[in-house]
């Protein structure tokens, strides 16, 4: 197929994407493979810039870049390297890297040759080597001992629990010199290996089909059992085209990559996305959003490079604030996109004010490839919602039984279980037992949010289950204590959490990041909070200052984090003075319990010590080691 084309109509309203609707997915000319997408830009674009590196994020580097011509070449021999390992459809290839050319080389190489696996390169050698096994993976694409010795260290723990394991690629900074004092003769140099491969085409001369397994992303966060999303090859091409709908990107697209590229929105928003229109994909350094130097010279490199679009999370938008926008021409930028956790409405008003960019929320999760909906670029953009459906991605509001089953939908303006179906949305987890409850009917899946649809279509989220605050029965949305402290100049970072309470549950609390030379007080936040939080339950009954919020490697607020912190501080509290031992009190996340609390102290009983903790939730679990 030759280029893919956009729809002619730009979505305004809900009645613009019913008109996209009318041609049915079927009908559309979209390639049926990532591969194809790839080798259509090939053709297509050729010699254009396709992928530009910047290693260390000062404007005046020299680039990395790589035209669509030599991207595809690197695609091939990357899958005809996993192949001569005997990678083939079926077969996975896991990934531990941060942002490098390479990265996106193993990406594609491997959805080429088999399946792709990236993983979080943060997670523990524990949770690292469980994703592995649900995977059953047979190469892991990683850093080089040399290029990070840590996260060699964790690859050295995990290699010998994994059976199904049988190499390992390592990767260097691009300009460095290679590893060549390998451990075993099953660790291997990645460039070196795929420079012995044709470029031309694949060796296995696979015909992917739009049905094929393309990737196992995991999800549900950094304990417990990993759940491993399973995409296919079209759930992956439809998805990134449903944004390219909605985005509708102007000229010639440059999208600036900060996000990492184990997360969906990386891969696909600002990776697969823009390459299906002769884009330019930027990757801003090894660490993305994570490097300082990224953050401090962004609008600089906005203006340099042209960027046209970037994605962020909430966080990200909030360190952009701090830095000085005056005096560079930002007029390339067409459009900036938020997801991943909920936005401020202030957030949202003081980017756009300062900045003058349209920042347009969206919402979606990993079982629906990337995105579900996000706010009209062209239409009115309604502060505090995520937006219109995505042209095709069906969205209900349903009210559920006790096993998950949706017994009614809503009506419009009323909250319940958003739930999704499309040809995005994947068709259930590899691990068959985790599907227990997570579809709400045939082909709709639960994702776990509280939301409402509005008359005219537009989705609300108004919680989610496990994030809610339970106090005495009366629940809690977080993001509305949130909100009311991003209103405050002296803010830069909220996050409210339950504080377990013997009496009625649970206690609103609230951690605050001060804005940059900001200084307040807690009472001064307690007697604001209190005089603008109307609802009286939700008026926090503490505020704690902390330097830096905890965020996942995505960039959202990890409130796991807090609550440990939280309640090994409460613990501690409870039992000074009362045990007259030494002793020890760790807070670690349980799958079953959630936070549970683990006190060493010689010569006491479990019972005395639940005696002087008390129960106080489902979320404190004491236990004597």
Same mark, same amino acid.
């Given at each position: 197929?030759?280029?893919?084309?956009?729809p002619?109509?730009?979505?305004?309203?809900?009645?613009?994407?019913?008109?996209i &609707?009318?041609?049915?997915v079927?009908?559309?000319?979209?390639?049926?493979?990532?591969?194809?997408?790839?080798?259509?830009?090939?053709? @297509?674009?050729?010699?254009?810039i396709?992928?530009?590196?910047?290693?260390?994020?000062?404007?005046?580097?020299?680039?990395v870049?790589?035209?669509?011509?030599?991207?595809?070449?690197k695609?091939?021999?990357?899958?005809?390297?996993f192949?001569s390992l005997?990678?083939?459809?079926?077969?996975?290839?896991?990934?531990?890297?941060p942002?490098?050319?390479?990265?996106?080389?193993t990406?594609?190489?491997?959805?080429?040759?088999?399946?792709?696996?990236?993983?979080?390169p943060?997670?523990?050698a524990?949770h690292?080597?469980?994703?592995?096994?649900?995977?059953?993976?047979r190469?892991?694409?990683?850093?080089?001992?040399a290029?990070?010795?840590?996260?060699?260290?964790?690859?050295?723990?995990?290699?010998?629990?994994?059976?199904?394991?049988?190499?390992?690629?390592?990767?260097?900074?691009?300009?460095?010199?290679?590893?060549?004092?390998?451990?075993?003769a099953?660790?291997?140099?990645?460039?070196?290996?795929?420079?012995?491969?044709?470029?031309?085409?694949?060796?296995?001369k696979?015909?992917?089909?739009?049905?094929?397994?393309?990737?196992?992303?995991?999800?549900?966060?950094?304990?417990g059992?990993?759940?491993?999303?399973?995409?296919?090859?079209?759930?992956?091409?439809?998805?990134?085209?449903?944004?390219?709908?909605?985005?509708?990107? @102007?000229g010639?697209?440059?999208?600036?990559?900060?996000?990492?590229?184990?997360?969906?929105?990386?891969?696909?928003?600002?990776?697969?996305m823009?390459?299906?229109?002769?884009?330019?994909?930027?990757l801003?350094?090894?660490?993305?959003?994570?490097?300082?130097?990224?953050?401090?010279?962004?609008?600089?490199?906005?203006?340099?490079?042209?960027?046209?679009?970037?994605?962020?999370?909430?966080t990200?938008?909030?360190?952009?604030? &701090?830095v000085?926008?005056?005096?560079?021409?930002?007029?390339?930028?067409?459009?900036?996109?938020?997801g991943?956790?909920?936005?401020?409405? &202030?957030?949202?008003?003081?980017?756009?004010?300062?900045t003058?960019?349209?920042?347009?929320?969206?919402?979606?999760?990993t079982e629906?490839?990337?995105?579900?909906?996000?706010?009209p670029?062209?239409?009115?953009?309604?502060?505090?919602?995520?937006?219109?459906?995505?042209?095709?991605?069906?969205?209900?509001?349903?009210e559920?039984?006790?096993?998950?089953?949706?017994?009614?939908?809503?009506?419009?303006n009323?909250?319940?279980?958003?739930?999704?179906?499309?040809?995005?949305?994947?068709?259930?987890?590899?691990?068959?037992?985790?599907?227990?409850?997570?579809?709400?009917a045939?082909?709709?899946?639960?994702t776990?949010?509280?939301?409402?649809?509005?008359?005219?279509?537009?989705?609300?989220?108004?919680?989610r289950?496990?994030?809610?605050?339970?106090?005495g029965?009366?629940?809690?949305?977080?993001?509305?204590?949130?909100?009311?402290?991003?209103?405050?100049?002296?803010?830069?970072?909220?996050?409210?959490?339950?504080?377990?309470?013997?009496?009625?549950?649970?206690?609103?609390?609230?951690y605050?990041?001060?804005?940059?030379q900001?200084?307040?007080?807690? @009472?001064?936040?307690?007697a604001?909070?209190?005089e603008?939080?109307?609802?009286r339950?939700?008026?926090?009954?503490?505020?704690?200052?902390?330097?830096?919020?905890?965020?996942?490697?995505?960039?959202?607020i990890?409130?796991? &984090?807090?609550?440990?912190?939280?309640?090994?501080?409460?613990?501690?509290?409870?039992?000074?003075?009362?045990?007259s031992?030494?002793?020890?009190?760790?807070?670690?996340?349980?799958?079953?319990?959630?936070?549970?609390?683990?006190?060493?102290?010689?010569?006491?009983t479990?019972q005395?010590?639940?005696?002087?903790?008390g129960?106080?939730?489902?979320?404190?679990?004491?236990?004597?080691?």
């Open positions: 197929m030759s280029q893919i084309s956009k002619d109509i730009k979505i305004s309203t809900l009645k613009d994407v019913r008109a &609707e009318q041609i049915a079927e009908d559309i000319d979209l390639p049926h493979s990532t591969y194809e997408v790839l080798r259509a830009g090939a053709r @297509e674009y050729g010699d254009r396709a992928l530009r590196y910047l290693p260390s994020g000062q404007v005046d580097e020299e680039s870049t790589f035209s669509y011509g030599q991207l595809l070449q695609i091939n021999q990357t899958a005809n390297a192949t005997g990678v083939e459809a079926g077969t996975v290839v896991s990934m531990l890297l942002n490098l050319p390479q990265t996106h080389f990406i594609w190489g491997a959805e080429a040759a088999g399946i792709f696996n990236p993983i979080n943060l997670l523990e524990g690292i080597a469980a994703i592995l096994r649900e995977a059953e993976s190469v892991l694409v990683t850093l080089s001992p290029a990070d010795p840590e996260n060699w260290r964790k690859v050295m723990a995990v290699k010998a629990e994994v059976p199904s394991l049988k190499y390992i690629l390592t990767v260097d900074f691009p300009g460095s010199s290679a590893g060549s004092d390998h451990l075993a099953d660790v291997l140099d990645f460039d070196q290996l795929i420079a012995q491969q044709k470029g031309d085409s694949l060796s296995s696979r015909l992917i089909q739009g049905d094929d397994i393309a990737s196992y992303f995991h999800t549900g966060g950094t304990t059992t990993p759940k491993l999303a399973p995409h296919s090859h079209f759930n992956e091409v439809f998805g990134s085209y449903q944004m390219l709908m909605a985005l509708n990107p @102007e010639h697209v440059r999208a600036l990559c900060g996000l990492p590229l184990f997360h969906v929105n990386a891969v696909f928003v600002t990776g697969l823009p390459w299906m229109v002769g884009g330019e994909v930027i801003g350094t090894v660490a993305g959003y994570r490097s300082p130097e990224l953050i401090k010279n962004f609008w600089a490199l906005v203006e340099k490079y042209q960027i046209t679009y970037f994605s962020a999370v909430p990200i938008l909030s360190m952009l604030l &701090e000085p926008s005056a005096g560079h021409d930002l007029s390339s930028l067409d459009v900036a996109v938020c991943a956790a909920p936005l401020s409405q &202030e957030l949202l008003r003081k980017f756009e004010d300062r003058g960019i349209v920042l347009v929320e969206g919402y979606g999760q629906g490839t990337c995105a579900s909906s996000v706010n670029k062209y239409g009115e953009r309604r502060v505090g919602s995520v937006g219109l459906p995505l042209p095709h991605c069906k969205v209900r509001i349903v559920v039984d006790e096993g998950g089953r949706a017994v009614r939908d809503c009506k419009p009323e909250s319940g279980v958003i739930a999704i179906s499309g040809p995005n949305v994947f068709s259930g987890y590899k691990q068959l037992a985790q599907n227990e409850g997570q579809w709400v045939d082909g709709w899946f639960n776990g949010d509280l939301g409402r649809l509005d008359d005219d279509g537009y989705l609300w989220l108004t919680g289950s496990k994030d809610l605050i339970i106090r029965g009366h629940n809690i949305d977080p993001q509305m204590i949130e909100e009311v402290f991003y209103q405050n100049d002296k803010v830069a970072e909220a996050a409210a959490i339950g504080k377990p309470d013997k009496r009625v549950g649970e206690l609103p609390v609230v605050i990041q001060l804005a940059r900001a200084a307040a007080t807690a @009472e001064e936040m307690l604001y909070a209190t603008h939080i109307h609802e339950a939700a008026v926090p009954k503490d505020v704690h200052f902390i330097d830096t919020m905890p965020v996942t490697a995505v960039g959202k990890y409130k796991p &984090e807090l609550r440990n912190r939280l309640i090994r501080e409460q613990a501690l509290a409870e039992l000074e003075g009362v045990l031992c030494a002793f020890d009190v760790s807070v670690e996340i349980d799958k079953k319990f959630g936070q549970c609390v683990t006190v060493t102290a010689p010569g006491y479990h005395e010590i639940i005696d002087t903790l129960d106080y939730s489902y979320r404190l679990v004491v236990e004597k080691q």
